[in-house]
């Protein structure tokens, strides 16, 4: 008698555990469960719609140090199936790929629907049954076999995966019943709301060698920071956010972050810069003479805050409005009254304890059978295909222990 494998969700983790354990196992019966209309939908968004499969790293001790929760787990797995295995498997599956300069992986088309076509192409090539409006209402196990309650009838398996993602309270509920921990799960990845006068009217900006820490904190992040119209975004706030995503829950999400808008260049080094200003140019208009590094209308918005006027010359303006401006090029103070996530792809800092999980196999140290994999866990990383990146390993792992 042939096994049966149920899987829960229908996403990246879920997709790749159920081709992989198919691939493996020739003569399992395979279902996927989905409770959504349409499968795979983070994926389908990721990376603006182009979907950054993986991250061009390729040593597992740098490679974990991207994830904030599940780096030292991470390890042994990276070791089974690593961002090059991930690259080599959609290749070997027609889906050519390519490293952009910051090292991100993407399908050469540009387009997420190459991953998301090479991946509904192999479930059919093995005979996956998907089953999409399928929402699981619970599972527990009636002696070697799990019995799965579902909006559109019983299942039974005798092997349960979990990879139902980060936002899965009933699941989690009946994991819980099953005697895991789980870890409250909270936002990771977002971006910070202000209503500091000095970035009105700067949306779309952007200040590529950035450096930002929460006030008093000693983690600092660096990159490229992007101004929004709400407030502060791109890599350097991401990587913050993740790193810093207990701590952002605890006070609410209302905190000081300090900001360096041009960390490739120090303090000293302005004041240099602003000496050799009045030396060179003692009649031209401080707002005309901005840093290299600083955007245009960044400068002006800072020089205009820290007092000094369009009429205010090199030759004429006062050492002490000269030092509020390089404060607020090196330190500028922000409150921040807020957060907010790109929806379509929410990531969370919680889920299953990865204490309770044997993670040569990603099964439970709890019940047999049963294996959980991606967002579910209290593994999450920044951004860049990491998260990605945990999922494909997961699944291939889950799908060859199955």
Request: with cysteine; hydrophobic share 40%; aromatic share 8%.
């Amino acid at each position: 008698m042939n096994k049966k494998i149920i899987i829960v969700g229908g996403g990246a983790a879920g997709f790749f555990t159920a081709i992989n354990c198919a691939e493996n196992n020739p003569n399992y019966e395979v279902i996927i469960l989905e409770k959504s209309k349409e499968v795979l939908g983070k994926v389908k968004v990721s990376g603006g719609g182009r979907c950054n499969v993986t991250h061009a790293c390729f040593v597992p001790d740098e490679l974990v140090a991207f994830y904030p929760r599940g780096h030292k787990e991470l390890l042994g797995p990276f070791h089974q199936f690593m961002t090059g295995d991930t690259m080599e498997w959609f290749e070997n599956r027609g889906v050519p790929l390519k490293i952009e300069g910051d090292n991100r992986v993407f399908p050469q088309s540009n387009d997420s629907s190459s991953i998301v076509n090479c991946l509904v192409k192999q479930t059919k090539k093995h005979g996956i049954k998907v089953m999409t409006q399928v929402s699981v209402t619970g599972f527990k196990k009636k002696e070697a076999t799990w019995a799965v309650e579902t909006t559109q009838g019983s299942f039974y398996a005798d092997a349960l995966v979990i990879a139902s993602g980060g936002n899965s309270r009933l699941i989690w509920d009946n994991l819980r019943q099953l005697g895991h921990m789980i870890i409250d799960p909270i936002p990771s990845l977002f971006s910070f709301n202000t209503k500091d006068t000095r970035l009105r009217n700067l949306s779309g900006l952007v200040a590529e060698n950035a450096a930002v820490n929460i006030l008093g904190g000693k983690q600092v992040e660096n990159g490229p920071l992007l101004i929004t119209h709400l407030g502060l975004s791109g890599p350097a706030i991401l990587k913050l956010s993740s790193v810093a995503a207990r701590e952002l829950h605890e006070v609410g999400y209302k905190f000081t972050i300090s900001v360096d808008w041009c960390e490739n260049i120090t303090a000293h080094e302005i004041k240099q810069l602003f000496h050799q200003n009045r030396q060179e140019f003692p009649k031209k208009s401080i707002l005309n003479t901005p840093l290299p590094s600083i955007p245009k209308r960044l400068w002006v918005s800072l020089v205009e805050h820290a007092g000094i006027t369009e009429k205010h010359k090199w030759a004429e303006v006062s050492n002490k409005l000269l030092g509020v401006l390089i404060n607020f090029l090196k330190k500028s103070e922000i409150a921040i009254n807020g957060k907010n996530t790109n929806k379509e792809e929410f990531v969370t800092c919680g889920g299953i304890d990865l204490k309770e999980i044997d993670f040569t196999t990603f099964g439970s140290k709890k019940q047999d059978n049963l294996y959980i994999v991606g967002e579910v866990l209290n593994i999450d990383a920044l951004t860049g295909g990491f998260n990605f990146q945990a999922s494909w390993t997961g699944g291939f792992i889950v799908g060859k222990s199955l």
